[in-house]
């Protein structure tokens, strides 16, 4: 079966858009195309409706499966062929993008300035996470990485979002670190550029330029062992 054409990648400003239903098990749909962003890579998935006729039904979970995207919806009712017109809850997914952009941001920082590895994020409606690999433990050098994380908003630095061949990124011996670790299957790579900043390969929903993440608040910073760090952030 033809794949979803993942239309968020291209537009992650689009709020609806008109689909047709291609499978359906259940509260289980496909779409041939969506602007539902599934839960990936430790960011919430998007929420938001799917009306047909009269009737809004409500999406209440988005996930990959095998490559496959599902829209979990609230109630049955929908079927192979439906033409529906999505909406998504922009502003759960505008607060997603701000939070996506702003974990490169604090990453890249945590990466750059203290050599730190970054293990894992979980980002939500309520607050960020980032886990690094880290042997030092010093509270002050991560408040300095979230004063600088401020700086750059300040900035309003640009971001591009662009796709380019694998071949060409495996050429360029300064891109080469973008292709590193990607399944050979993937051909072309899409990069989220905060331009000047930090590149990264990213199927992800981001805000078009850096002033759009806000202001940050630090939370916490938790010891979870020798070097496991985790820090936890918010968005106001
Ligand atoms: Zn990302």
């Known amino acids: 079966m033809k794949m979803t054409e993942l239309a968020y990648m291209d537009d992650c400003y689009a709020k609806e858009l008109d689909a047709t239903v291609t499978a359906a098990e259940g509260n289980n749909l496909e779409l041939d195309r969506t602007i539902f962003c599934p839960q990936a890579g430790g960011v919430e998935c998007d929420k938001g409706t799917m009306g047909c006729g009269e009737t809004a039904y409500n999406v209440v979970f988005v996930k990959k499966d095998k490559g496959r995207v599902l ?120 990069i989220v550029d905060i331009k000047g900043f930090d590149a990264q390969p990213d199927g992800g929903c981001h805000v078009k330029s850096l002033g759009e993440v806000g202001e940050i608040k630090f939370l916490s910073a938790d010891n979870k062992g020798k070097s496991n760090r985790r820090v936890y952030y918010r968005l106001r």
């Open 71 to 190: 829209h979990q919806l609230e109630m049955p009712g929908l079927k192979l062929g439906d033409r529906v017109h999505l909406s998504l809850d922009w502003d759960r997914r505008y607060l997603l993008m701000r939070y996506h952009t702003s974990a490169h941001l604090i990453s890249g920082i945590f990466a750059k300035d203290l050599g730190a590895k970054i293990t894992g994020n979980s980002l939500t409606t309520e607050k960020g996470r980032i886990d690094f690999d880290l042997e030092s433990f010093d509270r002050a050098l991560i408040e300095q990485c979230f004063d600088k994380a401020r700086e750059l908003i300040k900035k309003d630095l640009p971001i591009d979002i662009y796709s380019l061949p694998r071949s060409d990124v495996e050429s360029k011996p300064e891109m080469v670190k973008l292709a590193m670790g990607l399944p050979p299957n993937i051909k072309v790579l899409r």
